[in-house]
């Protein structure tokens, strides 16, 4: 009997598209939450040939453009050391987006629109091994009062049948520090649509990537085919005369979103939506206080590729 609580995953960026980049325990553990295998994802074909009666055919189901889906949570923090990549990396850059490292400083994580990485992800459920290649997904950030930071991922990668390898080396979480509350302490900067020092009850940011398994005579692939950044901020309401949440809405110009979470080098995560445009606005009660429920997109500017950013120091 295998519990669901011992479940363990590794991730490692590949040097080439679908090879096994062989993760270990010992340096790609990522200490992760919910985590869900779909060990199959496929369509089904059957013949629709005539044979003398009614019902399905007699041969059997072709499982085409077989794929893996795995999605799983993770606490967004740093790695514990400023400049130095966290155990996120490896997912991060397999949902679209470039690692910029700036030593003993600083790591920047920003959308790219072509080149993208990938990576090989090994899920072990007891003596069950699922080995999934050629990853890429996409991924939704989290942040509410009185709960830990979050980042969920959603990945699909290529099938290879599951197996009963023994997992290499002991299983050691490295560079991932524990998430930080969404309180009043941590959070230094709350910035909505220019807005400073707004109370903001939650806040989330989701890549929206369009994510496509496409396979040919010739090759399988999974694309990232486009992405539509957004969210929902859920803020109590100010004063109409200080910050006009309608009007930002109603009117076309965008404004700066910035959350800093933490204050200790090695884990202040930092995102940023430079050009938030407010979609809507609706009335929202959190605990008897008025608040405003603000979906957002996030737009990128003409040079492209800078509608958010993600920045851990």
């Known amino acids: 009997m295998a519990l669901t609580r011992t479940t363990k995953l590794l991730a490692k960026i590949e040097s080439s598209y ?89 790591v920047t994580y920003a959308p790219i629109s072509a080149s993208f990485s990938s990576c090989t992800i090994l899920c ?15 991924a939704t950030i989290s942040m509410a009062a009185g709960q830990f930071a979050s980042i969920n991922f959603e990945f699909t990668g290529i099938y290879n049948a599951p197996d009963s390898t023994a997992m290499s080396g002991t299983f050691t979480v490295a560079n991932q520090s524990a998430a930080l509350e969404v309180n009043d302490t941590n959070v230094t900067t709350a910035t909505f649509h220019g807005a400073t020092s707004q ?80 979609t809507g606005a609706t009335r929202a009660d959190t605990g008897g206080v008025n608040a405003l429920n603000l979906p957002y997109l996030a737009l990128p500017s003409t040079a492209g590729n800078n509608e958010l950013s993600i920045v851990m120091t």
């Open 18 to 106: 679908g090879s096994n980049a062989s993760p270990v325990a010992g340096s790609n553990a990522i200490q992760v939450t919910d985590i869900e295998v779909t060990p199959i994802e496929a369509d089904n074909v059957q013949a629709p040939t005539f044979q003398g009666f009614l019902g399905n055919s007699t041969q059997g189901t072709l499982l085409a453009n077989k794929r893996v889906a795995v999605s799983f949570g993770a606490e967004l923090s740093g790695s514990g050391a400023a400049g130095t990549a966290s155990a996120l990396s490896p997912l991060l850059k397999s949902c679209g987006l470039s690692e910029t490292i700036v030593g003993s400083s600083s």
């Open 199 to 278: 109370r903001i009850e939650s806040f989330d940011l989701a890549l929206n990537n369009e994510v496509l398994y496409k396979e040919t005579a010739s090759s399988k692939e999974v694309l990232i085919t486009n992405r539509a950044p957004g969210g929902t901020a859920v803020i109590e309401e100010p004063v109409r005369a200080t910050t006009d949440y309608f009007a930002k809405a109603v009117a076309t110009a965008t404004g700066n979103s910035s959350i800093v979470l933490g204050a200790s080098a090695g884990n202040i995560v930092t995102v940023n939506v430079p050009q938030t445009d407010i």
């Open 124 to 138: 072990f459920y007891g003596a069950t091994r699922h080995l999934i290649t050629g990853c890429r997904g996409t």
